[in-house]
């Protein structure tokens, strides 16, 4: 069984910066933990992945240039940067381990309770 805590999130104002963490427990053997964030109104949506073994990285386009995904192997954490932060970014975010190169909700076996990121104008 695979445990995954997010935290990091709160309340801050747009151009702000903040940096997410998932600390996972449990199973050791890791393929990949990807982010997928909530947005109020929203279906849930990929985010970014980190394969555990390469770091290789994979991210929606809507993100690309503002969000880092990076991970600690031997803290067993992986981290969310996101920079330059907009009202559009206002959602619960997600961490989760899957497969390799998944970036479909479905395809993950595991979840986070979540951490909420509140952006204000």
């Known amino acids: 069984q695979v445990q995954l805590v997010e935290s990091g999130g709160g309340l801050v104002q747009a151009g702000d910066s903040l940096k997410l963490s998932c600390v996972l427990s449990?199973?050791?053997?890791?393929?990949?933990v990807g982010w997928f964030r909530h947005a109020p109104g929203k279906e849930r949506e990929f985010v970014a992945r980190?394969?555990?073994?390469?770091?290789?990285?994979a991210y929606t386009d809507s993100v690309k240039g503002r969000f880092a995904i990076s991970r600690d192997i031997a803290q067993n954490t992986v981290y969310l940067q996101i920079n330059n932060l907009n009202v559009e970014d206002t959602a619960i975010f997600y961490c989760?381990?899957?497969?390799?190169?998944?970036?479909?909700?479905?395809?993950?076996?595991?979840w986070g309770q979540g951490t909420q990121v509140t952006v204000s104008s």
């Open positions: 989760a381990e899957g497969p390799k190169g998944a970036d479909r909700e479905i395809e993950y076996n595991y």
């Open positions: 449990g199973n050791p053997f890791r393929n990949a």
């Open positions: 980190i394969n555990w073994d390469s770091g290789r990285t």
